[in-house]
């Protein structure tokens, strides 16, 4: 158990719409990260928050956007899903920033029709 | 760009059985290096963390080493054995703030 925890587990969506997923980090951990994991594939990153601002950002377009709280949890916004956005999303905090080391929730899959 | 590949993308051994995975990236001025194991449908646990500075990390069964001159890192399994099942993937950290997975090895150690 990593102490991170991600809701739903499953979703399922159909293309077009709307989806924010959420995450709570470790308490004090001050940076959250998400990634996207096709199936076969590694995580790949989205982006990184560090006290409540973006604070890096991977290759993916605005309509994936995200916001962290003070209470150590965030969210992870999605619009005008696409099929293509079927994956497992994952959430992983760490105490200052990406390169120390990172620990992962569960993630929820998202299935888009 | 930093392109991290992790060969074989599959490998299934007997029980007991030692055995190496290996990873190899092309930009050489990482930061950091990390081997994670993650269980099917789940999230990611981390094994072994390697700094930039060291060239090996030992937990238990389990032994990662880095060689930044050439490209690669390899995870050394001692004995292996059935619970050790797992896709194992390889996430590295440069020193420009870029990070990058594998798309991992599955392993299969059969009793």
């Known amino acids: 158990e990593t102490g991170v925890t991600q809701s739903p587990t499953h979703l399922i969506k159909t293309r077009g719409q709307q989806v924010t997923l959420r995450c709570s980090s470790q308490s004090g951990h001050n940076t959250v990260s998400w990634y996207q994991q096709a199936l076969g594939q590694g995580p790949q990153f989205i982006f990184q928050?560090?006290?409540?601002?973006?604070?890096g950002r991977g290759n993916f377009p605005p309509r994936f956007s995200g916001l962290q709280f003070p209470n150590y949890s965030s969210e992870l916004n999605v619009n005008a899903l696409e099929l293509d956005d079927s994956a497992l999303y994952l959430c992983?905090?760490?105490?200052?920033?990406?390169?120390?080391?990172?620990?992962f929730g569960p993630g929820t899959r998202l299935l888009v029709l | 760009k930093q392109e991290v590949t992790q060969i074989p993308a599959a490998l299934s051994v007997p029980e007991g059985e030692n055995l190496v995975l290996n990873c190899s990236f092309t930009?050489?001025?990482?930061?950091?290096l990390q081997w994670f194991r993650q269980d099917p449908g789940k999230g990611l646990t981390s094994l072994l963390l390697i700094q930039s500075s060291q060239r090996e990390q030992t937990s238990g069964r389990l032994n990662a080493s880095l060689d930044k001159s050439s490209g690669r890192s390899t995870l050394y399994i001692a004995a292996s054995q059935p619970g050790d099942s797992a896709t194992y993937l390889c996430y590295i950290n440069t020193n420009a703030g870029k990070s990058t997975f594998g798309d991992g090895t599955t392993l299969t150690v059969k009793p």
């Open positions: 928050y560090y006290r409540e601002e973006e604070n």
């Open positions: 930009d050489s001025a990482i930061y950091n």
């Open positions: 992983a905090s760490s105490l200052t920033d990406i390169q120390e080391t990172q620990y």
